[in-house]
């Protein structure tokens, strides 16, 4: 297994550092705290601290952000603190601060889960076809675990509002388009119109993860088909589990899609031996009995393009200095085109 295929953390990015001392000081710690930060993700920060032989993940909203529904850390903690309880691959949280004096916002902390997080099209690790396939399945095998813990009886009842949730879906995420635009790309509204028109009857209610792809998935180091934590839980909620699925199947980029999906593809989903979306949404309906249609995937397509107009709205305006959102517009574009063509044919 390649060293780079840990999630290994680097030196925090310039102008995303941490108040070391003030966390220090907080945490009451004999020893001075170092800290490093987790060089991945687009939305909530993350960072290792390290006390002596300690070590701490922390999590925090983004600098400049304004979408404060969307960073809640008291609800992220709270989520974690009930499903860990009952569901041993949610990490384990250890502290929440709501006070924004002491790092510039609120925060939290939990246990670090150590494995490998297989990241790009063509990760660091090395994967046999068999290898491949098996992952894929575990990945699909988790989601559909989760949408079966007790959400009620883990004390977790009153996390979302499931009746409604997809036309609350299709609505708010249009809304968080409306509000963040800043280039004409008429490919987004199209898909969101088709969406308004096209909602499906719901399929019931589960704990949904609502982000659920490779790189916030941690594998085993000694069986990569194993998963050993499941990261980044900050959109969370009680809602139709087919949504959660959508949004797995979105970020499942393959083979047969255009070059441009593939240039922006969100993980190692096309490596020898992958399959499908159509052979993981098989699966997933022999496990679950609940069957995604290419509405769901449409509206993952769209909403993932609503994240990256946020971040690159973000981006231009100045509030973050990750030259890596500069290209976020180009990926609106192309995964709204994505949405369209695949309600135009009908299937995903």
């Not at 000081?25 to 020893?31: M, N, S």
């Not at 393959?254 to 096309?270: L, N, V, W, Y």
């Not at 997933?284 to 397509?301: D, I, K, N, P």
Request: proline share 7%; aromatic share 8%.
């Amino acid at each position: 297994m390649s060293a780079a295929s840990i999630d290994s953390p680097r030196p925090p990015r310039p102008g995303e550092e941490l108040d070391a001392a003030a966390l220090q000081r907080w945490l009451r710690l004999d020893e001075p705290v170092a800290i490093e930060q987790f060089p991945r993700g687009h939305s909530n920060l993350t960072y290792l601290l390290r006390a002596g032989p300690r070590e701490i993940v922390l999590r925090r909203p983004p600098f400049g952000s304004k979408v404060k529904t969307a960073h809640d850390m008291g609800r992220e903690y709270r989520v974690l603190s009930k499903l860990s309880a009952v569901w041993p691959r949610a990490p384990r949280p250890l502290f929440h601060c709501d006070d924004p004096s002491i790092i510039g916002a609120p925060f939290y902390g939990m246990e670090r889960v150590r494995g490998v997080i297989l990241r790009g099209s063509r990760p660091d690790a090395d994967v046999s076809p068999p290898q491949a396939r098996a992952i894929a399945e575990a990945l699909i095998d988790t989601l559909a675990e989760l949408h079966g813990v007790d959400f009620a009886a883990a004390g977790l009842g009153d996390l979302g509002r499931p009746e409604g949730y997809v036309e609350r879906q299709v609505s708010g995420w249009a809304r968080r388009y409306a509000d963040s635009k800043t280039d004409d790309i008429p490919g987004v509204e199209r898909i969101a119109q088709w969406l308004a028109r096209n909602m499906p009857r719901e399929s019931g209610a589960a704990i949904i993860h609502n982000d659920f792809k490779h790189d916030n998935v941690v594998l085993s180091a000694d069986d990569l088909a194993r998963v050993a934590g499941v990261l980044d839980w900050e959109m969370a909620t009680v809602g139709d589990p087919l949504m959660d699925l959508g949004t797995a199947l979105g970020y499942w980029v393959e083979e047969g899609d255009s070059d441009e999906m593939k240039m922006i593809a969100f993980g190692p989903t096309m490596l020898p031996g992958s399959p499908t979306r159509r052979e993981l949404a098989q699966r997933y309906a022999r496990r679950t009995g609940r069957e995604v249609t290419v509405f769901h995937y449409c509206f993952a397509l769209f909403k993932t393009a609503v994240v990256a107009q946020q971040i690159y709205a973000r981006y231009k305006a100045g509030l973050t200095k990750d030259d890596r959102f500069a290209m976020m517009i180009a990926g609106v574009k192309i995964l709204a085109d994505a949405a369209n063509e695949a309600a135009s044919r009908g299937n995903f």
